[in-house]
């Protein structure tokens, strides 16, 4: 049985493996970060360990829990405060820029910019990271997590909004009601956009 609750500040360093182990393959972070699995998984490590902190003060982390085993996390971000302010880039950059140097953080860097330019400009809960452990993966522990995610954007009569470069994660929150709204090309590689509109 998955028990999907909010994360607790001391679960952020489990949360951090957890990420970078799901997200290690993602096509956009193997364009960012390089073709070396655990080169990626390090500067994954980096980055989200200054991003969680973040997430967690403009919104919600969630974890999914096997027993008592961290199995996947989801971050929402609460309605306007999906984009960083200039304070937020002034103190993340740095730490990224030590971390995984300064090719990789310009690719970031186009990235996001790339995805801001798509994000809502009506009031919305932004998605993500959504990440399952590698091992894990299609075991219906996503569907736990989006199960509450959606739950939780309901109960606020919320619209939902996300971004993804994987195709068959397309179908996969389709299932869940989002919708595709836009398209585009990040660093080579095909995105899409995609909002759940609130429910009655």
Not at 18 to 24: D, N
Request: a neutral charge; hydrophobic letters at 40%.
């Amino acid at each position: 049985m998955i028990i999907v609750r909010n994360l607790r500040s001391d679960e952020f360093a489990a949360a951090v493996e957890v990420i970078s182990r799901g997200m290690r393959d993602n096509p956009l972070h193997i364009q960012a970060l390089g073709p070396h699995a655990e080169a990626r998984i390090e500067g994954l490590k980096h980055m989200f360990s200054a991003v969680l902190p973040r997430l967690d003060q403009k919104g919600l982390l969630l974890g999914a829990f096997k027993e008592t085993e961290l199995v996947g996390v989801t971050g929402m971000v609460s309605p306007g405060k999906c984009k960083p302010t200039t304070f937020e880039r002034l103190i993340m950059l740095p730490q990224l820029l030590l971390s995984v140097g300064v090719r990789p953080i310009s690719r970031v860097g186009q990235w996001m910019g790339e995805w801001e330019k798509h994000d809502l400009s009506e009031t919305h809960w932004h998605l993500g990271p959504v990440a399952v452990d590698a091992h894990l993966q299609g075991t219906g522990i996503g569907s736990a997590m989006m199960t509450e995610y959606c739950a939780r954007v309901d109960q606020a009569h919320g619209v939902g909004y996300l971004e993804t470069d994987k195709e068959v994660n397309v179908r996969f929150y389709e299932k869940f009601g989002f919708q595709k709204i836009a398209e585009s090309t990040v660093l080579d590689i095909p995105n899409w956009f995609m909002r759940r509109p609130a429910q009655p």
